[in-house]
């Protein structure tokens, strides 16, 4: 089993006017074979629990622990998280011109499994993982994300997710800026990977759309950088339904 586990985290940024808390002693656990919805307003620090997982050196750890099968995650590197089972999907993937898609992920997949996949099965590997997410196998020459349409670089995002095969994934507004054509390939390929049973999500979002198709067994409602509700699927139809208003006054 795989268990990642967030026990009173806080954590601050530095800002003109010093350091400013931002998550404010978050709880959470997530299980093999569970996909955990987090939702709430804009700035409410559902984004800097996502790079606070992953280890983004913006964000300072000033209290809790964060563990992935009782390992400590807060004393790795950002290599180490990945290579320990993490993966972040990021609500704005970065270009980097000049590196293929294919070199990036084959560098990427050597880097996590500690030796490179062989050649003629990962080409395969590669090519099913694109169709699967519905891009060309021509996109594998691309630059990675350099030119890429919103929707192009969230499914390549969920080609990555498939081939590097993490324990938790980490999902920051995989959802942001798709069409319904391409929220319907990203859920897909969400779906196929949380059914593989001894999978963890953490899907972040703002919308219920893409709920419609990703079923979350437990939902978490964010407010001023902690968990001000938690309930099942139901709780986010609630939230469609009368928003983040009582949560956010409460908060006040």
Known sequence: MSTLEIKDLHVSVDTEDGPKEILKGVALTIKDGETHAIMGPNGSGKSTLAYS???HPKYTVTGGT???DGEDVLAMSVDERARAGLFLAMQYPVEVPGVSVSNFLRTAKTA??????KL??????????LQRANLDPSFSQRSVNEGFSGGEKKRHEIAQLELLDPKVAVLDE?????????LKVVSQGVNRFAEAGDKGVLLITHYTRILRYIKPDFVHVFV?????EEGGSELAD???????DKYTRAAV
């Open 224 to 228: 001023d950088g902690k968990i001000a």
């Open 238 to 244: 609630q939230l469609e339904a009368e928003g983040y």
């Open 53 to 55: 997982i992953a280890g």
């Open 112 to 117: 996590i499994d500690g030796e490179a996949p």
């Open 174 to 182: 995989t959802d942001s800026g798709l069409d319904i054509d391409a």
């Open 120 to 129: 003629r099965t990962w080409v395969k590997d590669v090519n099913a993982a």
């Open 66 to 68: 964060v563990t992935l």
